[in-house]
């Protein structure tokens, strides 16, 4: 298998690479870790109306490019690279993908252009104070009363829920899980943000008191399409995280260039030059494994499942160490709140428990190779 992009698509991270050395250098992200949303609503429809980068995944008829999972990696792998602060991974990933993978037409028609073109902001709400990404994890209810249906409990974690306008939401009902669609000012939702070690990327908790909300169709029971989309979104999320890494490494080997010891250049050591090599070969294995996940989420692969777990496994451990060893070689100055290190450490860190640990989705591709009996069932 080729695990090259085409021109086409290596044009387009050139294109969004630039934009967003333009639109978000490290003052800006620096602006909106401090900032009430979190991020700037006018450079998200910007991004959204001029680029079309929220719209990638959805068909034209919708409004979208009409693109697929890899066009979406790639620009998930520039993000990460500038560390953008924006929902992106919540509405065009999580909240696209849900809507995409369901049964409901209408909820496209009403909900798809928006989320292609900026206009809303979405999110898909599981986890509650478990922290568990399976069926067992859910335990807010859902009742059916006079033909509509109210939402009991409370979420945890959530990404950009306090933000949101489109709050897609897990549920437990009468008959299994449900996916319903809440407005994000609907009358008996609260929300507040939560604190996280990673400021650049904003969750809440949201708590929902007899909260009207409309189901979506699925095919099935709605834990089915809940894990469909969690997989597509673990792929996004190690394309994001290649970036993440990648741009850690880079930021090592110029300051191995410049910073002297000794009357020479810290690269030059044998050490320092083994922890890069090290490094180097984690993050272009990370992205073979990413690469080959966003293809096999692009051609449907039966096998995707499996290859999403091993991606976001390996990827996350890539961009920690990565990471980590970014400030090793930045030495005193890389522990600095001055200096960006530790920024993308902490994206690193919270990305590796997004959708599950290593060590859970190495437990989940044993379970999918036939390796473990499933011990997730709801």
């Not at 859902?142 to 249906?149: C, I, K, Q």
């Not at 673990?234 to 260039?257: F, I, N, P, W």
């Amino acid at each position: 298998m080729d695990f090259a992009f085409s021109e086409e698509q290596e044009e387009l991270g050139r294109t969004v690479r630039a934009f967003l050395a333009h639109t978000s250098p490290e003052t800006e992200t620096r602006r909106l870790m401090e900032a009430p949303e979190g991020f700037d609503r006018a450079l998200w429809r910007r991004m959204g109306t001029e680029l079309g980068l929220q719209g990638l995944a959805i068909p034209e008829e919708y409004g979208g490019a009409g693109c697929g999972p890899v066009e979406v990696g790639v620009v998930m792998e520039e993000m990460g690279r500038a560390l953008l602060c924006a929902p992106f991974l919540s509405s065009a990933v999580l909240a696209t993908t849900t809507l995409l993978r369901c049964a409901d037409e209408d909820a496209r028609k009403r909900l798809l252009p928006g989320l292609a073109t900026g206009e809303l902001v979405g999110t898909l709400a599981l986890t509650e104070d478990s922290a568990r990404w399976d069926a067992a994890g859910v335990q807010l209810t859902a009742r059916e009363s006079n033909g509509s249906w109210l939402l009991t409990g409370h979420k945890m974690f959530v990404l950009d829920g306090a933000t949101a306008d489109v709050v897609l939401t897990v549920a437990r009902t009468g008959d299994g899980v449900g996916v319903f669609w809440v407005d994000g000012d609907a009358a008996g939702l609260t929300r507040e943000p939560l604190p996280t070690m990673d400021p650049t990327r904003r969750q809440a908790r949201l708590d929902y008191r007899d909260v009207p909300a409309t189901r979506l169709r699925t095919h099935g029971d709605g834990w089915d399409l809940v894990s469909e989309v969690l997989d597509r979104a673990a792929v996004a999320l190690a394309a994001e995280q290649v970036g993440v890494a990648s741009r850690a490494l880079d930021m090592a080997v110029d300051y191995a260039k410049v910073r002297h010891q000794f009357g020479r250049p810290i690269g030059s050591f044998q050490a320092v030059k083994h922890l890069l090599a090290d490094v180097l070969l984690e993050v272009e294995s990370a992205r073979a494994a990413a690469h080959y996940a966003l293809l096999a989420s692009e051609n449907e692969d039966p096998e995707l499942p499996a290859v999403a777990s091993l991606a976001k496994a390996f990827c996350s451990d890539a961009g920690v160490q990565a990471t980590e060893e970014n400030i090793q070689v930045h030495g005193g100055i890389g522990f600095t709140w001055e200096h960006p290190a530790h920024l993308y450490l902490k994206r690193a860190k919270t990305s590796q428990l997004l959708f599950g640990d290593p060590a859970y989705h190495r437990e989940l591709l044993a379970r999918r190779i036939g390796m473990e009996k499933d011990k997730g069932a709801a």
